[in-house]
């Protein structure tokens, strides 16, 4: 039992926390609770986990918040438990750099079946940056640190990227003019298939066109081939290569 998965339940209701503990317990797991995000961060300071499952709605500090600020800490891969209907929160959550997401109210054979599969896709995983990890990548008129997850212009000035955006900007330039489908971006960037009529990867493009291009309306780095997906065409440079 100590080397099975330890699973950490952050959810400020004490039924859903406790019924999730012993449903994963009881199917070989380890499982932690915290009732919000405060006491996440005491368990992630005391405790090793492999992977979070987070509440989106959370009294103080929400889920999508939370959420955000493990991504760009490099914490254990996450799962979003959202209110049914909640498209935009969903949608959000992967952006903010969720691994998934699960409506409520969820089968409890859904929620583990979905966090095998993370758990599987994550096991021995590269880093975010893949073959760029711990380099410097100069493209157009940018340079992308991908040890600080980085993104600088010619100045030295920086622009915020999400844990979510830095996947998808490294994931193009990895593939520098290739043209790669939603679903594709969808599988690289989430380790899942798009679902019908899922717009994730077409708000994440252009919230990284609005950061990245000259003019977000007339896009030149990041090309939208009509019926295909996008293509990121720029000369890229690797320090000290």
Not at 47 to 55: E, H, N, R, S, T
Not at 109 to 137: D, K, N
Request: aromatic share 4%.
């Amino acid at each position: 039992m100590n080397n099975a998965p330890h699973i950490l339940i952050v959810d400020d209701h004490r039924e859903i926390r406790t019924a999730i503990s012993r449903y994963l317990e009881k199917n070989g797991m380890r499982a932690s609770c915290a009732k919000d995000a405060g006491e996440m961060d005491s368990q992630l300071a005391a405790f090793k986990f492999d992977l979070i499952v987070l509440d989106v709605m959370m009294p103080g500090e929400d889920g999508l918040s939370a959420c955000s600020r493990l991504s760009r800490a490099g914490q254990p891969p996450v799962l979003l438990l959202t209110a049914l209907g909640e498209e935009d929160s969903r949608i959000a959550g992967l952006e903010s750099g969720a691994d998934d997401y699960l409506p409520k109210p969820f089968n409890p054979r859904e929620l583990l079946a979905r966090i095998r599969a993370i758990l599987r896709r994550t096991a021995g995983q590269a880093p975010p940056a893949g073959r760029f990890a711990g380099q410097r990548v100069r493209f157009a008129q940018w340079v992308l640190d991908c040890d600080r997850r980085a993104l600088t212009d010619e100045e030295g000035q920086e622009t915020g990227l999400t844990g979510a955006e830095f996947k998808l900007l490294v994931t193009l330039l990895e593939r520098n003019r290739l043209v790669l489908s939603r679903d594709q971006l969808m599988e690289l960037t989430a380790g899942r298939p798009a679902a019908p009529a899922d717009r994730t990867i077409d708000n994440q493009i252009s919230r990284l066109r609005r950061k990245i291009e000259m003019d977000p309306l007339r896009p030149r780095l990041i090309a939208t081939v009509r019926n295909e997906g996008y293509c990121l065409a720029a000369e890229i440079e690797v320090e000290g290569e």
